[in-house]
């Protein structure tokens, strides 16, 4: 019998497809996986349609070949202490039904959050998949850093195995495995061969932005490259709160174009105007300990990158990168680059090394660490 993975994600389901749903649909080729929306109040589909639609249905649904969804429905209110520990024994009661409802053991819970849910249910192993530093980020989450100490510490205690998708992470939980984030190389190598999107209008050679802007980002970089002249396409959704003034005033220069957030499936034809791909991400602590997916997606797609000073850029090496630590150094190199004709050799080596760093490479290296065989069983010790 096929063994069950439980994971239990910071985000839910959703079609933006962040790294742990590539994570899990690869994982599903291995063996069956319950993905754990976080809670929704039951007063969430007053407010909320997609949350009503949900609700409609049963809470546990399939979403994807060998992948189940659940969604908890929890007491409101669940940001307050009290409230808070009781939508939490509602969701465990809730994932609880759902294994046993689907009838299989549980060989892992996989837990990327600090949700106190790697015990739920009897497992061979529990697996805390570290995404970021979440301390460093209580500001930009508005929570208190103590009480993030304290559950991320509870987090590391229960857990058989840490994962960390970043070397900072890494050093910071003596003893994780470095897992960092992948991409969907093959389909972003397809990129090439792809029609522009309809809705780009701006002259090439064109410097791009696939991402949130948000906090995350480094605004004055972003600037320096539209002050150069040349072209710069922004792809995403926008943080309502992030630079307002600033930001309009960049979004309203002509060699700047702001398409809003597309759909992931739409990706490759973005991607297809680009001629640079830029992760201009801020120096913070938080920032410094992520692994920024959009890097591996411009490798994947062949596009050479400029790329803010990480440590996770740097482990990447910089072959393939061009990193940059002021704006005005990211500028001069976004310049250089898209005056510099483009190799199909080039592309060919910046694909490949997309490709070593595939979400399918990901989940052989999670499997791996977890004692998962191709057929979903464990392996013997």
Known sequence: MNELIVMVPGNAWDSHRLGQHHLAVHLAKRAPVLWVDPPISYLTPLNDASAAAALREDRLREVAPNISRLSPVTVPGKTRPVLRELALRQARRAVRRAVATLGMPVHSTIVASLNDMLDVVPARRRVFFGTDDYVAGAALMGTDPRWLERIEARQLAKADVVIAVSPVLQRKWRGAQLVPNGCEADWLATADATPVAPDVALPSPIAGFIGHLSDRIDLAMLTAVADTGASLLLVGPRSPTFEIARLDALLARPNVQWVGPKPFDAMPAYLRAIDVGLTPYAQSAFNRASFPLK??????????????????????????????????????????????????ADAAARSALGARHSWTARAADVARLIGLDDAGHARAA
Request: proline content about 8%; glycine content about 6%; charged content about 25%.
């Open 295 to 344: 890097t591996l997606e411009y490798l994947a797609a062949g596009r050479p990158a400029v790329v803010s000073d990480l440590p996770a850029h740097r482990w990447l090496g910089d072959e393939h990168l061009t990193i940059a630590d002021t704006p005005e150094a990211f500028a001069a190199r976004t310049r250089e680059l898209l005056a510099r004709p483009g190799s199909a």
